[in-house]
């Protein structure tokens, strides 16, 4: 045997080793960066939803100015979610705004002219429509976060990704006392 | 057996490429073998003095031709499509709840916001294509736009939106479009095949030697070929498409999470009598569910380019049977 073979079959397999990594390394990258980009789709919604409040608010207010209630709790509930900080928090006051914007939609049930108002119309379906954007969005980044975890708990994938830091990303979840709830489902007692 | 979407992608990828390899194959072998009958029909000695020369002209003629058409299907072939149906793209301020419909299965699917294109149609179907989804658009008529609940609606635009991302738009494109020039070029060959048959009676008889037998080997194949050719092309284009619709269906449901929205709108759809006219064979494929409602049309078995909608539903109510083991916690 020549002397060079044994260190020409070394340097290939480094060297397919290495391309193995860095394909690894970036099918992993890619993963993370689709799970922050759905992440941030959400917040694309929310805004929406943040944007769309003072219109709705002030359509209501020339057909049920009576309703003063109402629309003072949506106003607090929108600008409460705005200034949220963190996921949880954002996450209860996003609930909150939910619940007030029902109440809304249910007084309006009361008043026939502003249900046959077509700016009210337009609006009612903008927010129907934004409320499962932001549901949809959360579906989508919990679908990428789940394939990214997935990903990253495979071998050999795992240990690529220990070697570069990369974490598992945190689903989205609707609230503390939801999820405990979720937790809680399964158990059986004897 | 592809499992996730990104194994449907790879292996739609893969198809479309392979169809535009096979088809343009196909039309190489195809003007070589015409050229090689029309050549032996007109003079007879020709078999005896080959050109290779002229037989590779004949093929670069073709193989150029081919890969044109390909690459003008591939980037127009949803203009197309979509002119040939008559469709005509909105806005939002044209249909609001149907494009928000629409927007919301994209950011479900995680997609660009396709076009959106209303038929003015009183039959009920939908139809997605384009080449990717980056450039993909979404159709309906107003049969079907009509006659469905806000739910239903968001079932059908899933399904759409679940070709879109697969890719099966770009083979389904392709293969419209390409299938759609093989019958096309048979179509031609045939009526040039009786014209000349027809004219050139007599200066055949002066000549008819030894070369006769090799003459009529050529023709047969020759006739064999524009024959099957638009046969074959028809059964590969509807065996692709019907477990499509199954994965489509799957898909849907897994954006929507509701099963029974998808459901109710097949349920409309086969129960409408309308026939949608501006669509035929070659576009059938495309649709939500078979436009072709005529029995003797639509047949049964191979021939059928969708499964039996009852089926569908049925496999829909299945999944919303266990969709209470099945709901996702974050879903909502």
Known sequence: ?190 | MPVTFRDLIADNKRKSFWLVAGFCLFIIAAALILALGVAAYWFPDAIAHLDFRQAALVGALAGGFAFLVSTLSYFEGDSLILGISGAREIAHRDDPELFNVVEEMAIAAGLPMPRVYLILDPAPNAFATGRDPEHASVAITTGLRAMLNRDELQGVIAHEMSHVRNYDIRLMLLLAVLIGTIVMLSDLFWQMLRFTSGGSRGSKSKSDKGGGVIVLVILVLALLFALVAPILAQIIQLAVSRQREFLADASAVELTRNPLGLAGALRKLDADPHELKSANRGTAHLFIANPIKKFSDRGQHIWASHPPIQERIARLEALAGAGATRQVPAAN
């Open chain 1, 1 to 190: 045997m020549e002397p060079w073979v044994i260190p020409a079959i070394l340097g290939g397999v480094g060297l397919l080793l290495v391309l193995w990594l860095i394909g690894v390394y970036n099918g992993l990258v890619t993963r993370r960066v689709e799970t922050q980009n759905a992440w941030s789709q959400i917040d694309v919604q929310l805004k929406r939803r943040y944007d769309l409040i003072p219109n709705l608010v002030e359509t209501v207010k020339g057909y049920a100015s009576h309703e003063k209630d109402t629309l003072e709790k949506v106003i607090q509930a929108r600008n409460l979610a705005m200034g949220a900080k963190g996921v949880a928090e954002q996450a209860a006051a996003e609930n909150v705004l939910t619940g007030t914007l029902k109440t809304l939609f249910a007084v309006a049930e009361a008043y026939p002219d502003l249900k046959a108002n077509q700016n009210f119309l337009a609006l009612q379906e903008e927010l129907t429509s934004t409320e499962n954007r932001i549901g949809f969005s959360r579906q989508h980044y919990n679908d990428v976060v789940s394939q990214y975890n997935t990903t990253l708990m495979q071998f050999p994938a795992n240990v690529v990704g220990g070697m570069f830091g990369f974490r598992p990303a945190d689903f989205f979840q609707l609230d503390a006392a939801e999820a405990a709830a979720v937790r809680q489902a399964p158990q059986v007692k004897f």
